[in-house]
Every structure is written in structure tokens, then in C-alpha cells.
């Protein structure tokens, strides 16, 4: 299990390291939002509507292995396998999406934000690695920040805490909050040589909080 995190952690790195050389450093976009809602223990954030390039990965129910090969397949992408054989910029976070014990949702899958240069039109992934272009609409996420390392044997108490405070703020205050039970989220924000203040988030879908989503 280490192994596949350090191989995960090195060509996340490389990446990084790649596209911001040894003089310059330039900010990695992510996309954007607002917070609508803020807790001592979670956010509620309206985002933007946006693109992603998606990895579905199966055969395997490990959050780590099924990161680490979905973003294999995005660095391939990002460093030229693709029609114009053009350089793609990282993007942050990495989103691995998991599906729920009662979900009828088969699989993982690791993403990456487009970057709003292409005009919703990035450059088309090659067949074999079995990439998608993901559109999404306006949308609230309900989200815990964690640090250090997310991995198999962390996550899921993360899941269940951010899911206890949504249940526990809704019913102090009475609110119809529906949330998406289908999948959960895993953004990750550091590339391995950020051992310390590491940025991990939870993400998990939700709606009703205003009209807007």
C-alpha cells in the first residue's frame, strides 16, 4: 500500500514540477466558488459551472490504487497523449470520486479541473486512455477539510464525520437539506514533498441551501 502512494505521490510531483520549472512559480488554478455557508467543522460552497477530464477506474476498492492509475492516465494526458500532442497546465484539486456501500454506482474515479483557457474545449484525450470530458452545472458541495495523507485507512472516518456534522447542523436548525448519498469525493491539493500543512478536503453534494442549487 505505501509503494502505491509513493507512485501516486512521484508523478504528482513530477508534474508539478514540470510545468513550474526552477525560477518561476505560477499559481495552479482550481475552479471557482463561493462559500455560501461556513461551520467550525465543514463549508457549504456554491462552484461554478465547469469541466473535467475523468479516469473511471475499475477491477479494484482501493481509494489509493484507483488514484494512483487514474492519475497515471491524466499525466499521460497532461504531457501530450492527446490529438494535438499538446502540453496540458495541472490543475488542483485531484478529485477521486467513491462510491457509496448502497450506491448502484460501479467504480472509482480520479479527475482533473480544465482550465477555463480551452473554452470548455481541451484538447481530446488519445482512445486508449479511456478519459471523458465531464461538464458540470452550478452546484452546492458540502466540504471538511482534513491534513496529512488521505489514504484507504483514513478516509472513511473523514466521510463519516463531515456526514455527522451535515446531519447535526440540519437538525439544530430545522433546514430541508438533501444530500447525494450516491458517491463521495477525495480532493487533494499537495504534491509528496508538502509534508507538512497538507490540504485534503471531502467533498459531498448537496442541495437546497438556495435556489441556485
Known sequence: METTLMCFLYYLFITICYFFGNSVVHAIES?????????SDFQIRLYNESSWISAPSSGTNSFEQSTKTGFHR???????ANLNSSKVAITAPILTRIPSSTSSEIGYSVRMYVSPHFQGKPPQPNAELKLQLEKWKTQCIAVRKFSGYAKDDNINKEIEALVTSLNKHLDETSTIIQQDTSSYTIAQYNASFHNAERVNEVWIKVSGFRTDC
Open 31 to 39: 475552479p471557482k466558488y463561493i462559500v455560501i455557508q461556513s461551520e
Open 74 to 80: 491524466l499525466y499521460q494526458y497532461i504531457h501530450g
